[in-house]
Structures are given as C-alpha cells and as structure tokens.
C-alpha cells in the first residue's frame, strides 16, 4: 500500500472525526430540539464514518486509536468560535466542509483501484451529499454547495476594467507631477502607463474567462459522473427544485424520474437548473479586449488634459475629471455590490483621493532622494 493513499485515508479518518466533534459542539449550543436532534445524527453517522476508515486502515495493516481521532487545532479553534458566537456561525463552515468532503471522496474513488476503499469512498460521497444537502436547507444556502460556478458579465467587465486604469494611471500622474518633472514627461509617463496597464488587464481578463470555462467544465463533467454514481441523490434533488418551483410532490418525483431515466437529458437539466451554468455568451479573447480597452479609456483620463492645456491648468483639469470620474466609476459599481450610489460614489471619491496624495508624496520624496 502506497504512503500517500494510507496518508489520505489517515486525512478522511481525521476529518470525520473533526466533523462528528463539531456537530456535537453544534448539537449542545442548538436551542431548537429539531435542529438539535439533526445536529446529534448527524455526529453520530460521522462517527460511524471514523469507525468505517478505521476498520479500513486496520485491515491493512494500520491500525488507529479505538478512541478514535483527536480534534484538530482547526477544529478547536471552529468549536471555540462556534460556543462563542452561537451555531450561525459555525454551521456555514461545516457546510463547506461537508462540501469539501463530498469532492475529495469523489476523486477518491474516481482514483482508487476496485476494493473496500473505492466502495468506502462512493458510500460516503453519497452520505457526505445527504448531510451537506440537510445543512444547506438549515442555513437556506444553494444546494450541492461543493459545485463553484460563477459568471462575470459585459458590464462588470466595462466597469472594473475602466476602474482599475484610472485608478492606477491617476496614482502613476500624480506621483510624476510630485517629481516635478518636465510635462512633456508627465505626458509619457501616462500613456506609457496607461498602454501597460491596458494590456495587463486585458491579459488578466482572457485568463479570468478562460479559468472560468475550465471551472464550468470541471463541475459539469462532476455533475456527470455524481448522475452515474449516485442517480438517487441526483433524482431527489430534481424533484426538491421542481417542488420548489410549485409543482406537488408526486408529480415532481415522476418528473425527476422520467428525467433521470436519460443521463443526457438528465445532466442538461442539472447543469441549467442547479449549476446555473447556460450557454456561453462570450470568449476569453471577448472578455480580454473587453476589459483591456475599458482600462484604456479610464487610463486616458487623467492623461487627456496634458494633450490639451498647459502645466498648471493640465493637472487642476486632470485632477477635476479624474476625481469626478472615480465618483461615476463608484456609483456605477454599486450596480453589482448592492450599495447606495452615493455612498459607493463617495468611497471611490475618497479612495482616487487618497490614491493622488499617496502618488504625489511618493513622487516628490523620491525626487528629493535622487
């Protein structure tokens, strides 16, 4: 038997154990019997889990304390946190760590040989997904809460991309003005900026979007394999999503089981209505010109008026657009924070502020020190 593999059976073990204690801890601070009599099955199926990875580790010749597994640090530390601000607060970690433990044992029994750990591994992938899909209802979370998928958007990208230039082309000007450089160098500074900034979002935004297919992917081909492996889970939560949606029980069940009888059908209608993952709308080359010429544009900004007016009248005119600008670009990003537009405004206001002072400071101590 291989180190690593006994290494990873010691980390499931370990993590049972982590997991059976933190639902106690869960269990005693829970005012809710109903919540409580969960929380209290719920540690007792983890300790069984132990209990199965022990018996697997010692029929190969590894045996484990009977006692079973002391609790991490890490652990602790949750417990601690958990008595002290109450199961609200600890119930999302165990949510992402039932998620977690759902993956693992999936790979691992995508990886392991055929035997007692590759059996072992799919019976608690399937148990792990039952708790995670119960805590997931206690804390009105997504279901399968190991799945990631997030989009960008057109928009978001316009936004950011146009916020990131001028913040950061705003601070490189004013850190040259500080110097008190000739204009002709302030002029250069900023379009030299403004050009590598551009280009480094713009390559920041096809590797963000090419990272964000790959993840897609990723969890469709899991979504795939956990319809092969664990049709029940995948049935019952097709039939929870059409209840949740209005329709009765008995009909949703039918319907999840007609679905379920076709895997491809099955999985198009997992990846749309539980992964939220349609059809693509936009390449990662789309996305990365998308946001590098939106940081162009912001980074122009402050520059323009050095192409326009004089010295002085160039960097009061660069510093009144620039600032009026990070006021819009706030105002604009609450569209996705959720923000009032002006106190979002206001915090992009202060912090293009904060950025000029900082850039001109620096730009007038550095030419003192040369």
Do not use: C
């Not at 007792?44 to 209990?51: D, F, L, S």
């Not at 392991?112 to 591994?121: I, L, M, N, Q």
């Not at 539980?274 to 990365?288: D, N, Q, R, V, Y």
């Amino acid at each position: 038997m291989a180190k690593s593999e006994l290494h990873n059976w010691l980390h499931h073990w370990q993590d049972e154990g982590d997991a059976a204690f933190l639902y106690g801890v869960l269990a005693s601070k829970e005012p809710d019997p109903k919540k409580r009599e969960i929380y209290e099955k719920l540690a007792g199926v983890e300790e069984r889990h132990t209990q199965m990875w022990a018996k697997l580790l010692g029929d190969h010749g590894h045996p484990v304390p009977a006692a079973g597994p002391v609790p991490t640090l890490n652990a602790r530390v949750m417990a601690w946190l958990g008595r002290r601000f109450g199961p609200r607060y600890l119930l999302p970690l165990l949510l992402r760590e039932e998620g977690r433990e759902v993956k693992g044992y999936m790979d691992l029994h995508r990886t392991s040989p055929a035997g007692d750990a590759k059996t072992v591994s799919l019976t608690l992938a399937k148990e792990s997904a039952a708790h995670a899909e119960t805590l997931a209802g206690l804390a009105g979370s997504k279901s399968e809460p190991w799945h990631r998928a997030e989009s960008g958007g057109f928009l978001r990208n316009v936004v950011y991309g146009f916020n990131d230039g001028l913040t950061a082309n705003f601070g490189l000007v004013a850190g040259v003005i500080g110097a008190a450089v000739q204009p002709h160098v302030i002029m250069i500074s900023g379009v030299a900026g403004m050009i590598a900034d551009a280009l480094s979002m713009g390559a920041s935004g096809y590797l963000a979007a090419k990272s964000e297919q790959e993840v897609y992917a990723h969890e469709i081909a899991m979504e795939k394999e956990e319809i092969r492996l664990m049709p029940e889970v995948e049935e019952e939560e097709l039939a929870l999503m059409y209840q949740v949606k209005g329709v009765d029980p008995r009909t949703a069940r039918r319907m999840a089981e007609e679905v379920m009888r076709d895997p491809v059908r099955a999985l198009n209608e997992q990846v749309r209505e539980e992964l939220k993952i349609g059809e693509a709308h936009s390449t990662p080359f789309k996305e990365g010109w998308v946001t590098g010429a939106a940081t162009l544009v912001g980074a122009f900004i402050p520059v323009a008026p050095f192409l326009i007016f004089q010295t002085q009248l160039a960097v009061w005119t660069s510093f009144a657009i620039s600032m009026l600008s990070h006021f819009g670009v706030g105002a604009a990003r609450s569209v996705f924070t959720g923000r009032g537009i002006f106190r979002s405004g206001v915090d992009m206001f202060v912090v293009g502020l904060g950025v000029a002072l900082v850039g001109y400071v620096m730009g007038d101590l550095v030419a003192r020190l040369l």
